[in-house]
């Protein structure tokens, strides 16, 4: 079974400050993950993933994301947090194990992110 | 990029009638769709997957004779509520995923969701 904990429910932080939302995971083959972003009363867009390779991850809007195999963790980081980042973020894994196929992805209860002016 | 719309954005209808929501894949092919639903406090249930050509796989719990799903198409999903009733109320997001794409692919691309209200 997978599973993914984001054990924040709301993170606050001030504009210009640098952002960090925990994701933590589990599965039995190797991990894909997955960073999306929900805004108010949209679906969610993908932020960025992590497959193989490098464990620092750049994404869409400054986002970049560090897998880290020993502690199980793919945290969601921004330098510089603004306004508009205010949405919910919701992190997501997969078993990698084949292609493609039937592995659906599970996904966090999501994290409030709050930037404050 | 992927985009995936769905149709309507909102709907409201009265108890006892049905409602279809359409999820469409505009620039690729989606093999495997999902279902979702999101309740007020912000989690995502995944209501079940289905893939082109096949009967959706339900999850646990979702009954399937109320949320009927239909992959005709490798570019079309849609979702028919029946006999909705107050508590079927609720935001309704459809992701596609195209698995033919390589193993540098697999995230999913969501729709904008259709908030559906009945009364």
């Known amino acids: 079974a997978q599973s993914v904990a984001q054990p924040e429910d709301q993170v606050n932080v001030a504009e210009g400050n640098p952002l960090t939302v925990k994701c933590t995971y589990s599965?039995?083959?190797?991990?894909?993950l997955f960073w999306y972003v929900q805004y108010p009363n949209r679906g969610l867009q993908f932020l960025l993933k992590?497959?193989?390779?490098?464990?620092l991850v750049k994404g869409s809007y400054g986002f970049e994301a560090e897998f880290n195999k020993s502690q199980t963790s793919f945290h969601l980081k921004k330098p510089s947090a603004l306004v508009s980042d205010s949405a919910l973020y919701f992190c997501?894994?997969?078993?990698?194990?084949?292609?493609?196929?039937?592995?659906?992805?599970?996904f966090g209860r999501g994290t409030s992110l709050i930037v404050h002016p | 990029g992927a985009v995936v719309s769905q149709h309507p954005s909102r709907v409201i209808c009265k108890s006892g009638t049905s409602v279809k929501i359409e999820c469409r894949s505009l620039?690729?092919?989606?093999?495997?769709m999902f279902w979702y639903r999101q309740f007020p406090k912000k989690s995502l249930m995944l209501m079940a997957t289905?893939?082109?050509?096949?009967?959706?796989?339900?999850e646990q719990g979702v009954e399937k004779d109320k949320f009927l799903i239909n992959h005709a198409s490798l570019t079309l999903s849609t979702l028919t509520v029946t006999s909705a009733h107050p508590e079927d109320s609720s935001f309704y997001i459809c992701?596609?995923?195209?698995?033919?794409?390589?193993?540098?692919?697999?995230?999913?691309?969501f729709g904008p969701g259709t908030r559906l209200t009945v009364t």
């Open positions: 620039d690729f092919q989606a093999t495997t």
């Open positions: 997501a894994v997969r078993d990698g194990r084949g292609q493609g196929g039937s592995y659906i992805p599970t």
């Open positions: 992701s596609a995923r195209d698995d033919f794409r390589g193993t540098s692919h697999y995230e999913q691309y």
């Open positions: 599965v039995s083959g190797n991990p894909y």
């Open positions: 992590y497959i193989t390779g490098d464990n």
């Open positions: 289905s893939n082109e050509g096949s009967k959706a796989t339900y």
